[in-house]
T-cell receptor, first 117, second 114 residues
Framework: DAGITQSPRYKITETGRQVTLMCHQT?????MFWYRQDLGHGLRLIYY???????DKGEVPDGYVVSRSKTENFPLTLESATRSQTSVYFC????????????????FGEGSRLTVL | AQTVTQSQPEMSVQEAETVTLSCTYD???????LFWYKQPPSRQMILVIR??????QNATENRFSVNFQKAAKSFSLKISDSQLGDTAMYFC???????????FGKGTKLSVIP
């Protein structure tokens, strides 16, 4: 099925462990994004990617690493998880709009709930 | 920097009534889109409606409509004939300057009461 899928949907880990959240999209969208959602903060951008091998920091990148070797995949790695990284993580994608105003519409995965003990 | 402000953390409405969710924003762009996303308890983010800033006509999608006031940088969402399935978090969002990522407000939790 076409769409954007995240895995795992739920993950419990311990402080200091490495965790990777996977994101896969089937639309061949150029842009991919990682957001985290926390109560009282809405959604905040962690990292984004404009194309394969092109990534850039968002608002809250510290403690996270991303890569994008293929257009369809955009994994997010927490190299040494901390309790403050307990959150719901959303992957999203969008395509390059045509002429005129940027559409900016994002298509979201179902989210990954991460708990760091 | 882009900012999006939703001043109502929580709201409630009786079923079949109308409710308006507020959103104000700041941007240096002259041509842009604005969005309302819905997040039901299932957690899936769903696009509700979008508005093109250069269009004077307010966007409508069935029971959902917006009141877009460009000069005031205001973008409110009106839900008519509220249904129980409208219970969700609602986020206002706009693209960042010179980029494609969205900046989101902190959200408004809407509860539709039977």
């Amino acid at each position: 099925d076409a769409g954007i899928t995240q895995s795992p949907r739920y993950k419990i880990t311990e402080t200091g462990r490495q965790v990777t959240l996977m994101c896969h999209q089937t639309w061949s969208h150029s842009y991919m994004f990682w957001y985290r959602q926390d109560l009282g903060h809405g959604l905040r951008l962690i990292y984004y990617s404009a194309a394969a091998d092109i990534t850039d920091k968002g608002e809250v990148p510290d403690g996270y690493v991303v890569s994008r070797s293929k257009t369809e995949n955009f994994p997010l790695t927490l190299e040494s998880a901390t309790r403050s990284q307990t959150s719901v993580y959303f992957c999203a994608s969008s395509d390059i709009p045509g002429q005129g105003a940027r559409t900016g519409e994002l298509f979201f995965g179902e989210g990954s709930r991460l708990t760091v003990l | 920097a882009q900012t999006v402000t939703q001043s109502q953390p929580e709201m409630s409405v009786q079923e079949a009534e109308t409710v308006t969710l507020s959103c104000t924003y700041d941007t240096s762009e002259s041509n842009y889109y604005l969005f309302w996303y819905k997040q039901p308890p299932s957690r899936q983010m769903i696009l509700v409606i979008r508005q093109e800033a250069y269009k004077q006509q307010n966007a409508t999608e069935n029971r959902f409509s917006v009141n877009f006031q460009k000069a005031a940088k205001s973008f409110s969402l009106k839900i008519s004939d509220s249904q129980l399935g409208d219970t969700a978090m609602y986020f206002c969002a706009l693209p960042g300057a010179g980029s494609y990522q969205l900046t989101f407000g902190k959200g408004t939790k809407l509860s539709v009461i039977p």
